[in-house]
């Protein structure tokens, strides 16, 4: 998937993230953490926000992510929906999702 423009999904309010993505002029991908848990969960929250990603074919973005203690699930839900928006896309097969994770 394409990443056309800046979109931003999520909070800053507590148990939230709020992911911002964009398109990323060096074609790679990168991510960028801010986190309230930074120490016990950071590579927990970057590999759920990599995973989701990659997922959705897509491999150049900008991603920041403000984290203020959100669950997995949160994290994928605010990645997937940035990602949708930065690309334009309103559809989404929620039953896709169950293969991820197998």
């Known amino acids: 998937m394409e990443i056309l423009t800046t979109a931003v999904a999520g909070t800053v309010e507590s148990s939230d993230i709020m992911v911002t993505i964009e398109p990323n002029p060096n074609h790679n991908l990168d991510i960028t953490l801010e986190s309230s848990v930074e120490k016990q ?3 927990q929250i970057r590999k759920v ?3 989701t990603v990659e997922a959705l074919k897509v491999d150049q973005a900008i991603i920041t992510a403000v984290d203020k ?3 997995d699930c949160t994290v994928q839900a605010r990645t ?3 990602v949708y928006r930065a690309a334009g896309k309103s ?3 929620w ?3 169950d293969t991820w994770n197998a």
């Open 49 to 51: 926000i990599k995973e």
């Open 41 to 43: 969960f950071g590579n």
């Open 69 to 71: 203690g959100a669950l």
């Open 80 to 82: 997937i929906a940035a």
């Open 95 to 97: 039953k896709e999702i």
């Open 91 to 93: 559809e989404f097969d």
